[in-house]
T-cell receptor, first 115, second 112 residues
Framework: DGGITQSPKYLFRKEGQNVTLSCEQN?????MYWYRQDPGQGLRLIYY???????QKGDIAEGYSVSREKKESFPLTVTSAQKNPTAFYLC??????????????FGPGTRLTVL | DAKTTQPTSMDCAEGRAANLPCNHS???????VYWYRQIHSQGPQYIIH???NNETNEMASLIITEDRKSSTLILPHATLRDTAVYYC?????????????FGTGTRLQVTL
């Protein structure tokens, strides 16, 4: 089945450690996104990538880094510089609909808890 | 991106139509109206989008006012599985990676 996978579903880390969240898609989509969601809040954009080897900062990029070496993969690293990393992290990819708007497909999310 | 205003929460009886309003008074001419929903602890799911005309698909209908300053998402026969947070978003299709700004949405509770 085509879709987006994120692993693991739950992740625990000690404060001060870097951690990398996985995101893989087999939908052949060019654009991919990382969002962060805090309890009771909407999604906030961390980073996005339009094509391989290219990515741009979103609204809350500080303390995060990404890479896009393959079309299928867009891993997110939460660094020790991120002051409040505990959150629900969502990865998405975008399907273009020509000139009629587009649609983002979301993965199941990774819930990161920093102890 | 234009901002949207939605009610914080709504209730709907199962089997009845759920009408979720959204105001987007500063929408630009080339911005689409998108609706997504998020069931608890899952990733958001695309529902529908439109530019000027009303739209319908297997999930819902989208009614956009003539001045495009507001819209309504209609779930014609709500079920318990439709309980979720519904996000109304406006965004452009610029030919590059579009960015969607998710607000806090409307929490729809469908009850027996």
């Amino acid at each position: 089945d085509g879709g987006i996978t994120q692993s693991p579903k739950y992740l625990f880390r000690k404060e001060g450690q870097n951690v990398t969240l996985s995101c893989e898609q087999n939908l052949n989509h060019d654009a991919m996104y990382w969002y962060r969601q805090d309890p009771g809040q909407g999604l906030r954009l961390i980073y996005y990538s339009q094509i391989v080897n290219d990515f741009q900062k979103g609204d809350i990029a500080e303390g995060y880094s990404v890479s896009r070496e393959k079309k299928e993969s867009f891993p997110l690293t939460v660094t020790s510089a991120q002051k409040n990393p505990t959150a629900f992290y969502l990865c998405a990819s975008r399907r273009r609909r020509g000139h009629t708007g587009d649609e983002q497909f979301f993965g199941p999310g990774t819930r990161l808890t920093v102890l | 991106d234009a901002k949207t205003t939605q009610p914080t929460s709504m209730d709907c009886a199962e089997g009845r139509a759920a009408n979720l309003p959204c105001n987007h008074s500063t929408i630009s001419g080339n911005e689409y109206v998108y609706w997504y929903r998020q069931i608890h602890s899952q990733g958001p799911q695309y529902i529908i989008h439109g530019l000027k005309n009303n739209e319908t698909n297997e999930m819902a209908s989208l009614i956009i006012t003539e001045d495009r300053k507001s819209s309504t998402l209609i779930l014609p026969h709500a079920t318990l599985r439709d309980t979720a947070v519904y996000y109304c978003i406006v965004g452009t299709d610029t030919g590059t990676a579009s960015k969607l700004t998710f607000g806090t949405g409307t929490r729809l509770q469908v009850t027996l």
